[in-house]
């Protein structure tokens, strides 16, 4: 199966047209995408016109009326503190997982790019974490992390590191270190395939050059491999930014946002505003930000890996 | 390579499966454990004391955990046959027509698939309040649809690029129409990328704890994830069932993973697959 090209459908299209094929099969053409397009604008970007709208309004959930305020939830979200630690918390979150998972992903890559007998059985055993489930995923490491009868505790006191069980998810201070561990587990084995796919088609010859020269396994990785890394890093760095930022699923399953909002980011903000307060327009302006934000950010990271300035 | 360095790579590699699997093996060897056994509070990571199977017959009897487990194949079943058929017609006819909007179809499709679920779960909330649809299977499939549809559409224009429009035209010149060239020549080509579309879609569906989160109010209509969330917030945590349903959940998936398991690595690759 061929890799995904930026621009799926060009090659074809060429072709065809080169070939002169009728007209009336534009009609044709577009009736076989007619019924996706009609469900991506009824489920994703009406929903998203729908959103925006929404954040202007104060809506009354039980009454179903709405009623239009202009900025108000805006200006509210911004003067509240609530607003300005989950900004924190979530860009906390997203770089501390992002570069640990870079870590982990590259790292378990490069191992995993030796020759050694077992090797498809060990790259099948990897991806183990990204398939299994969140919710999943999630029970298991609240059952490690559990105070009283969590194997790890277990395992701290039994080499004497501590004497009685932390509450890894309850205390302030640990609460987002442990969500940022839990995190990386789960969603680091995606940049392992990813760089492990791309080690696979650097020509050996670069390596032969550099060793030649006398570089050593630094300088080999330093020199000759993360250049050639470096798109597939980029890319990497750009999804896996965005989808933490977005992130609800994991850590409301494992602190609500708590102890005391240490963990609570904005997508927690969004839904406890929205579902829990039953103010969906305050709600949609808290997710409306996030958009914004992520759209700001999509278009400052593309300018700067345009002009080089990302390395 | 020495054997020094054949050590280390050996530890290395052991390191790494163990973090990476630990997890999992202790998901199964707790929900073989007996009561005592679980909350022993000693340190033993070895299957030890009798093992039994007390927890997943519970499970299956003494809570709502089979409806929560048709309840989600049901509605994965009804999102991923809906994007995959739409998502199949699409990219045959990305690949294989000229139109307007041609390549801004291709493109926005993975635009949508950014979108901050959050962000789309407070609109779908209303609109599918005002039709009547919250609390309901097909709504919550409905809902999913909005993230299953842009990922089947990205696959499926990916795989039929990948077979030469040759095959349709000799299909024409045979007399065949489009919908006949489809369903007749390019189809049974294209199966075992329609496979892997519906393993894809299938699991997105599956996972999904947001949207069921925010769609289903009613206790007999929840999803595996939302329903077995629950049983965390009761008084006493009973450990030894929700891993027993941590294997069940899992295992679903595991059986559509080995299905699609080469064509999985390759929709990785091709930076595809939302996590």
Redesign the interface.
Known sequence: ?????P???????T???E?G?RIS?????????A???V??IA??????A??LW?SLQE?QVFS?QQEFIGLKNYSELLSSNDFWSSLWNGSLFSVATVSLQLLAGIG?AL??N?A?RGRAL?R?????????????????????L?D??G?IN??L??IGMIHEGIAWLGSPDLAMGSVIVVNV???F??IT??VL?RLQVIPIDLFEAAYMDGAGALQRFRYVVLPELRSTIL??VF?RG??MF?K??TI??LTQGGPVGRTQTL?IL??LR??QEYR?GA??AA??C??ML?AAF?AWYTRAMRRGMVP | MSLNQRVLLWALIVITISIVCFPLYWMIISSLKQYGDLFSRTFDVLPSGASTLQDYTELLHKTLFARYFLNSLVVAVLATAGSVLTAVLAGFGVTRFEFPGRKLIASSVLFTYMFPPILLSIPLFVMLKNAGLVNSLFGLALAHISFTLPLAMWLAIIFFEAIPIDLDEAAMIDGAGRLRTLWAVILPIAIPGVVAISVFSFILSWNDYLFALVLIVDETKKTLPVGVAGFVEATSVEWGLLMAGGVLITLPVLIGFSIAQRWLIEGLGAGAVKG
């Open positions: 199966m061929q890799r995904a090209t621009n799926p459908g060009v090659r074809q299209s072709l065809a047209a070939r094929w099969d534009s009609l044709k053409g577009f009736l076989f995408v019924p996706s397009l469900l991506l489920f994703a970007a009406y929903p998203l729908s959103s929404l809506v179903n378990t191992l995993l030796n050694f060990v099948g055993l990897i991806l183990f974490p990204f398939v299994v489930p969140t919710i999943v995923a999630i029970l298991i490491w609240k059952w490690m559990n009283l009868y194997i277990l395992f006191m039994k587990w789960m969603f084995p995606f395939i990813q796919a890319l990497v999804i965005l989808w977005n609800f699923d409301w399953l997508p969004a839904y929205a579902f969906l709600g949609a997710s409306a996030i958009f992520l999509g």
